[in-house]
């Protein structure tokens, strides 16, 4: 019992917990699309529009909530963005009118929005330099699953109860959002506050190294933002969009098994995230992110070759691998920034990634429009390569690292032996 006691008070436990509920409500709409439709009468346009104002109000508001954290009290910010999105939910499930759905989903999208940036920013603070990328690779990991338990229990619940169920669950998670922080220790966003400015920028002894370079520094900062930008739009545009017009039109597929593939993809992704993390911490920030990179091309371009379901499923699965960098530009932003400014570069940061969850479909709709699937594949896995080389070239290590080369031939001489 002590032993649960003592992970319930972790800070990191209580942040990840409370990620994890939020995001049980961020996708129960989609499920519900056509129950909200038939209810207030709408088009397909305006229901649509839903879904919509949740993405816009996080790209529109994701820079200033990184502003707040770096200039107000924290304390303001603790528990608001769990606050917002239970009462944006509640005012879904309560909707007498289809405007004021729209009102609670925009609200919806204002809490998202400000727990994804102050969690990122926290999670850096707990966390050490030697950790960063283990304690982001289980933020990541965590995020992953609770928008993948999201749609699933909003599509059960709303067979079972109807579609208000649905925002009334979303809305009773981002409570529950609350207890892991109420239980946990009072004062630990004083701690957070003046840590880790000091731990992450002055490391003494031998192992000290030299003030950055401003234009090393600068340039990490913005290939992260790049490959958060890529990533987000290769999930947007390719997997959310060509993948399951490419099983349903080209293989004839139905939508139970393109809906299996993705679920398998999301949970592998969520594994990843974790080994990405840890391995990052252990031979560097490059060492995971290039090779990531690289194997996602591959992967895209494997859905040319597919002509049969197993070769969709190995496709997929090669896709799925290649994302253990999730969560790494994140690192190489905590990494090269001044954590003064932290809010303001993590929310930059997500900005960037919704953008390029806005933009992804629409472009790669455009190609497929125009040029096809094969076109839209080489373009995906293009892009994706050109980032690895921009990771090459732009992002540097701030302290040492194991050399995953020279592991691997220690590991093969004593194989040989």
Same mark, same amino acid.
């Given at each position: 019992?002590?032993?649960?006691?003592?992970?319930?008070?972790?800070?990191? !436990?209580?942040?990840? %917990?409370?990620? =994890? /509920? *939020?995001?049980?409500?961020?996708?129960?709409? &989609?499920?519900?699309? @056509?129950?909200?439709?038939?209810?207030?009468?709408?088009?397909?346009?305006?229901?649509?529009?839903?879904?919509?104002?949740?993405?816009?109000?996080?790209?529109?508001?994701?820079?200033?909530?990184?502003?707040?954290?770096?200039?107000?009290?924290?304390?303001?910010?603790?528990?608001?963005?769990?606050?917002?999105?239970?009462?944006?939910?509640?005012?879904?499930?309560?909707?007498?009118?289809?405007?004021?759905?729209?009102?609670?989903?925009?609200?919806?999208?204002?809490?998202?929005?400000?727990?994804?940036?102050?969690?990122?920013?926290?999670?850096?603070?707990?966390?050490?330099?030697?950790?960063?990328?283990?304690?982001?690779?289980?933020?990541?990991?965590?995020?992953?699953?609770?928008?993948? !338990?999201?749609?699933? %229990?909003?599509? =059960? /619940? *709303?067979?079972?109860?109807?579609?208000?169920? &649905?925002?009334?669950? @979303?809305?009773?998670?981002?409570?529950?959002?609350?207890?892991?922080?109420?239980?946990?220790?009072?004062?630990?966003?004083?701690?957070?506050?003046?840590?880790?400015?000091?731990?992450?920028?002055?490391?003494?002894?031998?192992?000290?190294?030299?003030?950055?370079?401003?234009?090393?520094?600068?340039?990490?900062?913005?290939?992260?933002?790049?490959?958060?930008?890529?990533?987000?739009?290769?999930?947007?545009?390719?997997?959310?969009?060509?993948?399951?017009?490419?099983?349903?039109?080209?293989?004839?597929?139905?939508?139970?098994?393109?809906?299996?593939?993705?679920?398998?993809?999301?949970?592998?992704?969520?594994?990843?995230?974790?080994?990405?993390?840890?391995?990052?911490?252990?031979?560097?920030?490059?060492?995971?992110?290039?090779?990531? /990179?690289?194997?996602?091309?591959?992967?895209?371009?494997?859905?040319?070759? @597919?002509?049969?379901?197993?070769?969709?499923?190995?496709?997929?699965?090669?896709?799925?691998?290649?994302?253990?960098?999730?969560?790494?530009?994140?690192?190489?932003?905590?990494?090269?920034?001044?954590?003064?400014?932290?809010?303001?570069?993590?929310?930059?940061?997500?900005?960037?990634?919704?953008?390029?969850?806005?933009?992804?479909?629409?472009?790669?709709?455009?190609?497929?429009?125009?040029?096809?699937?094969?076109?839209?594949?080489?373009?995906?896995?293009?892009?994706?390569?050109?980032?690895?080389?921009?990771?090459?070239?732009?992002?540097?290590?701030?302290?040492?690292?194991?050399?995953?080369?020279?592991?691997?031939?220690?590991?093969?001489?004593?194989?040989?032996?």
């Amino acid at each position: 019992m002590q032993s649960i006691s003592r992970v319930l008070r972790d800070e990191k !436990v209580g942040l990840y %917990a409370m990620v =994890f /509920l *939020a995001n049980m409500g961020w996708g129960v709409m &989609s499920p519900v699309l @056509a129950n909200v439709q038939a209810e207030f009468a709408v088009s397909v346009v305006q229901v649509a529009l839903a879904n919509s104002v949740f993405g816009i109000a996080r790209l529109v508001l994701d820079v200033p909530i990184g502003l707040l954290i770096d200039r107000i009290d924290q304390k303001w910010l603790r528990f608001s963005g769990a606050a917002v999105l239970a009462i944006g939910s509640a005012l879904c499930a309560s909707a007498v009118s289809f405007p004021m759905l729209l009102w609670g989903r925009l609200l919806n999208g204002v809490g998202a929005a400000i727990i994804q940036v102050t969690n990122l920013v926290w999670i850096s603070r707990l966390s050490t330099p030697e950790r960063r990328g283990r304690d982001l690779g289980v933020y990541q990991a965590v995020f992953q699953a609770g928008t993948s !338990v999201s749609p699933m %229990a909003g599509g =059960f /619940l *709303a067979d079972l109860f109807g579609w208000r169920s &649905s925002f009334w669950f @979303a809305a009773g998670a981002a409570v529950l959002g609350f207890l892991p922080m109420l239980l946990g220790p009072q004062d630990w966003i004083e701690r957070v506050r003046v840590a880790q400015p000091v731990e992450t920028h002055k490391v003494k002894g031998p192992t000290a190294r030299r003030p950055e370079d401003p234009r090393r520094a600068r340039q990490a900062l913005f290939v992260a933002n790049l490959v958060t930008f890529v990533l987000f739009f290769s999930v947007g545009g390719f997997q959310n969009t060509v993948i399951p017009l490419f099983g349903s039109q080209m293989l004839e597929l139905e939508a139970g098994a393109i809906g299996l593939a993705l679920g398998v993809s999301t949970i592998l992704r969520f594994v990843m995230s974790l080994v990405g993390g840890e391995l990052s911490d252990r031979f560097g920030r490059r060492a995971v992110l290039i090779p990531g /990179l690289l194997v996602i091309g591959v992967g895209t371009l494997m859905f040319n070759l @597919a002509t049969n379901l197993t070769t969709f499923w190995l496709a997929i699965m090669v896709l799925s691998f290649g994302r253990f960098g999730n969560n790494v530009p994140a690192t190489v932003l905590a990494d090269h920034a001044l954590p003064e400014r932290w809010g303001l570069i993590m929310g930059l940061n997500r900005s960037v990634g919704d953008l390029g969850i806005v933009l992804g479909p629409v472009v790669m709709g455009l190609l497929l429009e125009s040029q096809g699937y094969a076109s839209a594949t080489v373009f995906s896995a293009v892009l994706v390569w050109l980032c690895a080389l921009a990771v090459a070239w732009g992002v540097s290590e701030v302290q040492p690292h194991r050399s995953l080369i020279g592991d691997l031939r220690q590991a093969v001489r004593a194989a040989i032996k």
